[in-house]
């Protein structure tokens, strides 16, 4: 029988389907030495692309159907990799905000992810879509992203593990993308950062500039497994 994990009142069963979603997501060269940082209190390093150099996306999807429930979502998160060891490289997940309670409980209880509580509005605009996440009336990022061109089937489709640090555990859950209708190109988006911690991170990172790459997902099937511990570095 498949691993269940209670989560207010109901069971969420392994391995959790999204059946429907669409997103948008940037990617952007940033400084590896700030990466660094914000990667260092899980026990990881940036992946190293161009000498000083990290991977940052930042994305916003739209849960449609999943096991999870309907919501919103937006992504920061950083390539890395564990140090000293091979094939290791995963996506860290550092700020996963969400605008539903459901999945906000499950994503920490089940995964560990960095789930929270905010407002997220996604919505289209002439050539694009933009979304605007704000805590308590205080906007913290907005990303807009432009549609691109359309690119072949398949484009975009990935399986790749995340990484999350919570409780002082470190967790790598399997991810898969099943993406449809990908539109793509070079830079495409537009970062706007508020007053608000995580937009200083950004900025630290070397945000707002011109993304390295930009997609768009029109039809977006998703599967995630249950999480395994890498490391437990200090007393949860």
């Known amino acids: 029988m498949a691993e269940a994990h209670p989560v207010q009142g109901e069971q969420v069963r ?32 940036p992946l190293a692309v161009w000498p000083g150099k990290a991977i940052c996306s930042l994305a916003f999807i739209r849960y449609v ?34 605008n539903q309670s459901f999945t906000c409980e499950a994503g920490q209880s089940i995964w560990g992810f960095p789930k929270l509580m905010a407002d997220i509005d996604i919505t289209p605009v002439r050539g694009g879509h933009r979304c605007e996440v704000r805590l308590d009336g205080r906007l913290v990022v907005a990303l807009r992203v432009a ?69 768009r997902i029109g039809q977006l099937r998703m599967t995630f497994a249950d999480a395994t511990t890498v490391l437990q570095t200090r007393e949860g």
């Open 14 to 45: 392994m391995p959790v389907e999204i059946r429907h979603a669409d997103a948008s997501s940037a990617l952007f060269l940033v400084d590896a030495n700030a990466a660094a940082e914000l990667l260092a209190p899980a026990g990881l390093a």
């Open 65 to 98: 159907d999943g096991d999870l429930g309907p919501y919103h979502e937006f992504a920061f998160s950083l390539m890395a990799r564990q140090s000293g060891r091979r094939h290791s490289t995963g996506a860290y997940i550092h700020w996963l905000p969400v």
């Open 147 to 215: 549609d691109g061109l359309p690119m072949p089937a398949g484009a975009g489709g990935a399986s790749i593990d995340a990484y999350t640090h919570r409780n002082g555990i470190l967790r790598r859950t399997p991810w898969l993308m099943d993406p449809a209708q990908v539109r793509g190109r070079p830079g495409g988006a537009r970062v706007e950062l508020g007053d608000h911690p995580v937009a200083d991170q950004l900025r630290a990172l070397g945000l707002p500039k011109t993304a390295l790459f930009s997609s």
